[in-house]
């Protein structure tokens, strides 16, 4: 949910605000790269819960090229969330496809997700909750990822990650 990182990814954002998916909570069953990024985040059916989140308002060109990113290891599913400003209203959410047993996120991704939480205005208990989560840290494997995830960015921007018509998770 932060900007920086849509941005890197030449992703340009219509409008955004403050959002929950009641119901739901968030869990990190996306099978990563282990030990360096042992999974990434998703959302599951939980009564009593919620997920807070960025609502973004995007231009459909915008959701195709989200997609590319998303799509090979998430499954666009529509949600009903509660916007701050628009109320309830249906969103585009990105469900993980082939969930593995919960792991802990790597503190590069944490603290990603954390900064976006901040840059938004969510929560603050939620966001200490979500800061609070234990996670992975490798010495030099994690930096050298966080260079990796950059390069990865960076060759989709491009328009190089399609070879022979398929498209590079």
Same mark, same amino acid.
Do not use: K
């Given at each position: 949910?932060s ?8 992703i340009e954002v219509?409008?955004s605000?403050v959002?929950?998916l ?5 869990v990190?069953d996306?099978?990563?790269v ?6 990434f985040?998703?959302?599951? *059916?939980?009564?009593g819960h919620?997920?807070?989140g ?7 060109a ?7 990113y998303?799509t090979?290891?998430?499954l *666009?599913v529509?949600?009903a969330?509660?916007?701050?400003r628009?109320g ?5 959410a990105y ?8 792991r802990r996120p ?6 990603l997700i ?5 840059e938004?205005?969510?929560p603050?208990?939620y966001v200490r ?15 050298l ?9 960076w060759?989709h921007?491009m328009?190089l ?9």
């Open positions: 949910m900007t920086r990182v849509l941005a890197r990814r030449g219509a409008g605000e959002a929950e009641r119901e739901h909570r968030l990190f996306q099978r990563g282990w030990p360096v990024e042992p999974a985040a998703s959302f599951v *059916p939980a009564p919620v997920v807070w960025v609502l973004y308002e995007l231009p459909v915008q959701i195709e090229r989200l997609d590319r998303e090979a290891n998430y *666009p529509e949600v969330v509660v916007g701050a628009t309830p209203t249906a969103a585009r469900r993980t496809r082939r969930p593995v047993p919960e790597s503190a590069r991704y944490l603290a954390c900064e976006g939480a901040r938004h205005g969510l603050e208990e909750e979500l800061a609070a989560r234990p996670s992975a840290y490798v010495p030099i494997l994690s930096e990822m966080g260079l990796s995830v950059r390069g990865f960015d060759v921007q328009g990650g399609r070879a022979r018509g398929r498209r590079v998770p």
